[in-house]
């Protein structure tokens, strides 16, 4: 096969291969791919296949690579090969091999020399190779031929790009011997993905074409143009050796035959070749195998540790067993009603970090979204101002009255207090909705018993349902009881005598006292014009008389504090390109609210903040749109309707009886309305669970058919006990290994300059018909960097010196850094000497 030297490194990645093959699981020891880049027949495919031992891939005259060839080496029992487009097809014959390479090629492609950067995916099973990645990567070509586009030399780069940027690809950087090195595409590109130069080898392909007299000593002792990990010569099969069938292993020995009989190479024969190619390549992934190991028994480790509790659980499981069935059924009961409790009554353990949920999201209900709800169905002053001249005229009918009447003042509370019944209603829906979201939070962990978790979820909503219309019927009981009996004695209430006084107060809510800090968090400042850079996030600060922004959280540099007088909020359609969620602060005098604009739009990310910042906006006294100071519209409802002197006092009389009694009665309801709830819903639902669910779960049916398992849960329990088995075996082979492997460092680095980089900035000098004359008459050229002799001028450029005679021994050579060339000289007065 030609591939032995990899074969020491075969038993020890296959033992771990079979522990995990064993749970149909991959050992991903992330083995590097081998990248072989190169231009057009410069000899890359035949690098790879004597690397890989097969000869398959496409050849011949005007026979390129015009797709990537994706070649996955799996080690196994035969050999065989596998296309990734052919699923199921097995080849046995590579000859096969080569002929769907080139059909698959051109069905892409077309038969006119077209490229493409779809790889080809072919599997090769064999008992020679390790489980490896091979890429044969198409040649770098200068002029487009036949269906090529253009651009067709970039369009390969950045396809050849895609692959060698990978931190665990190994660049092979193939150059043929009769062309200028400094100038190879393969080794300049390897240079801008590998600057270090640690994961490229220059490979020096067709040394057996060079002309007479000129061998490449030098670039293979790694003294000209230094790579930090060197250069290896091939020696390749010609195309009369292809077509003649002469086998890798045939041509692999007539490789060796040339370095041990060529003059220049005899010296290194042993660090030349493909063998010497391929434990370099042995070398490098012995070390990787060696680096990962102790890492890939860490993971391991974790892995195992965190399967030990529950392969335990399973090991004595027995599926059949009625006992396990009753006892596992008591304990899902148990747990779910556990985890019930913790998510209302809150819990250290298993907290969610990412939204409200369960008893956190109740405790919003109750006290943001309730009494923002409250707010929202206060009357319109207007309408209420109204309201009231009219029930008073229509209570003293056709006699002008002389006195305010009590009954205006009793028929306009009531009228407020049933619209109570609303919000409080909607109160109850969310905490039940909330209520089955955490039943069904909390049966995720039945899901392993889909019956069970069916039927728990149907028992407990229907329960909760069932307590939805008693807890309705009693709420509205409250409203029904604050409407049977209007107290006007209770102590917070003003009395008539304080509403005369009050007249000419404005109706204004009762905010904290002082500057207490309500509400601190982010917001998004929305209509800030794109000129002037945008919506930005600003960290906002809500306190009892003014709302501030500031940079950052640390509220070191204030950007505005916008005072609350005079303020509303109100609700703005969320834009169709916005995620946000966005509410607006206005001023009900028109004034302009921030700089120039007369509405401040501040987004949120959810609704549920939305909500919440305007309940906290409404603690501060920033009412939503509906409410409207009564000074504010004063002279407005004159306008409306007309109301003499007397009317208007009585008018203002009742208006504020009105708001100190339904501030009474609705501190009372946002007071009553939790307690309710919690005893009439929660606590009850709380309670059947512990005291019925179980009862209930018996009498509907058969509790062995509830305990049936998935068929999900039979494969994971299956699967668990396997891979716990498997972690085992592979810790132990671990253990077994010796990681003392021969480890080879890394070469220091060398001065790489010479390649330059690819934008081309830097330019290799032109090769030299000089150094071609100097290497056939068996003189070197200088290493790079050598001073000149003395008396002599230093180098002025590129074509130094060049009509000095070419006998002078002690001359330095000019010539560039190159292989040298096989073109002839170009004039006689320039040939070397016979």
């Not at 309710?676 to 058919?705: P, R």
């Amino acid at each position: 096969m030609g591939n032995r030297g990899m074969e020491d490194l075969i038993p020890l990645v296959n033992k771990l291969q079979d522990a995990f093959s064993s749970i149909g699981q991959a050992c991903n020891l992330d083995l590097p791919q081998i990248a072989v880049v190169g231009g057009q027949s410069a000899g890359k495919s035949s690098v790879l296949e004597n690397f890989v031992g097969r000869d398959f891939l496409p050849r011949g005259s005007g026979i390129v690579t015009r797709r990537p060839l994706v070649l996955q080496l799996i080690s196994a029992t035969a050999e065989w090969a596998e296309f990734l487009h052919c699923k199921g097809k097995k080849f046995t014959d590579f000859d096969e091999v080569r002929q769907e390479i080139e059909a698959e090629t051109d069905r892409v492609t077309g038969g006119n020399k077209g490229i493409s950067a779809v790889p080809i995916n072919l599997r090769v099973y064999s008992p020679h190779v390790l489980n490896l990645t091979l890429i044969d990567l198409p040649g770098i070509t200068k002029v487009p031929v036949g269906d090529q586009p253009v651009d067709i030399e970039q369009q390969i780069k950045d396809m050849i790009m895609q692959f060698i940027t990978r931190e665990s690809c190994l660049i092979l950087a193939v150059t043929p011997a009769n062309t200028d090195l400094a100038n190879s595409d393969a080794l300049k590109m390897s240079k801008d993905v590998d600057p270090q130069g640690t994961r490229t080898i220059g490979v020096i392909t067709k040394l057996d074409l060079m002309d007479e007299g000129t061998d490449a000593r030098d670039v293979l002792e790694n003294k000209l143009l230094p790579l930090r990990r060197g250069y290896i010569g091939v020696v390749n099969r010609s195309q009369k050796d292809i077509d003649g069938k002469k086998d890798i292993k045939a041509a692999m020995d007539a490789e060796r035959k040339f370095f041990l009989s060529h003059g220049s190479y005899r010296h290194m024969a042993e660090k030349m070749g493909t063998p010497r190619l391929q434990r370099v390549l042995n070398e490098q992934l012995t070390n990787h195998i060696r680096d990962t190991l102790p890492a890939f028994r860490s993971k391991l480790q974790s892995q195992l540790l965190a399967l030990d509790k529950e392969a335990e659980e399973y090991r004595g499981y027995r599926p059949d067993d009625p006992s396990r069935k009753t006892k596992q059924l008591l304990q899902m009961v148990q747990q779910f009603s556990v985890d019930f409790d913790k998510r209302i009554e809150g819990s250290g353990d298993q907290v969610d970090t990412v939204e409200l949920s369960g008893g956190a999201k109740i405790n919003r209900i109750f006290h943001e979204r309730f009494p923002f709800e409250l707010v929202k169905m206060e009357c319109d002053e207007k309408e209420m101002r109204r309201e009231i001249s009219y029930a008073i005229k229509n209570i003293h009918g056709i006699r002008t009255g002389l006195f305010t009447p009590d009954m205006a003042f009793e028929a306009i509370v009531k009228k407020q207090v049933i619209k109570l019944k609303e919000p409080c209603v909607k109160c109850v829906d969310m905490v039940i909705q909330e209520l089955i979201n955490t039943v069904r939070q909390c049966s995720n962990k039945l899901e392993c018993f889909p019956r069970l978790r069916e039927e728990t979820e149907r028992i407990v909503t229907s329960h909760i349902r069932d307590r939805e219309s008693r807890a309705k019927d009693q709420v509205l009981l409250l409203i029904d009881i604050q409407l049977s009996y209007i107290n006007t004695n209770h102590e917070d209430f003003i009395g008539f005598a304080n509403a005369q006084q009050r007249s000419s107060q404005t109706n204004k809510s009762q905010s904290s006292a002082g500057n207490q800090v309500i509400r601190k968090g982010w917001l998004t400042i929305n209509n800030i014009s794109i000129m002037k850079g945008g919506a930005k996030e600003y960290w906002f600060v809500l306190t009892a008389e003014s709302l501030s922004w500031f940079k950052d959280d640390e509220e070191k540099e204030k950007k505005y504090m916008l005072p609350l007088d005079n303020l509303k909020v109100r609700d703005v359609e969320k834009s169709f390109m916005s995620s946000k969620h966005i509410f607006c602060i206005f001023n009900t005098e028109s004034r302009n609210v921030y700089k120039d604009n007369r509405t401040l739009e501040l987004a949120c990310d959810s609704q549920d903040d939305v909500e919440s910042w305007k309940s906290s906006l409404l603690r501060a006294g920033v009412y939503p749109e509906k409410t409207i100071n009564v000074e504010s519209e004063t002279t407005t409802t004159a306008d409306n309707f007309s109301m003499d002197p007397q009317l208007e006092r009585k008018v203002e009389t009742i208006r504020n009886l009105v708001d100190s009694y339904m501030a009474i009665v609705n501190k009372c309801i946002r007071d009553l309305m939790p307690k309710a709830i919690m005893h009439l819903m929660i606590g009850n639902v709380k309670d059947f669970i512990n005291a019925e669910l179980l009862a209930q779960l018996y009498s509907a049916g058969d509790q062995n058919a509830l305990m049936d398992e998935s068929q999900e849960q039979a494969q994971r329990r299956d699967e668990v006990l396997r891979t716990h088995q498997a972690l085992k075996e592979a810790l132990t082979i671990i253990g077994d290994i010796s990681t003392s492997t021969i480890t080879v460092p890394v070469p220091p680095p060398v001065d790489s300059s010479w390649m330059g980089d690819q934008s081309g900035s830097r330019r290799s000098p032109p090769s030299s018909p000089t150094a071609s004359r100097r290497m056939s008459s068996g003189q070197r050229p200088a290493p790079r960097g050598a001073p000149p002799p003395p008396n002599r001028p230093g180098p002025l450029g590129p074509f130094n010196n060049t009509a000095d005679s070419p006998q002078a021994p002690s001359r330095p050579n000019r010539a560039p850094p190159s292989i040298p060339s096989r073109r002839p000289p170009p004039s006689p007065t320039r040939q070397a000497p016979p």
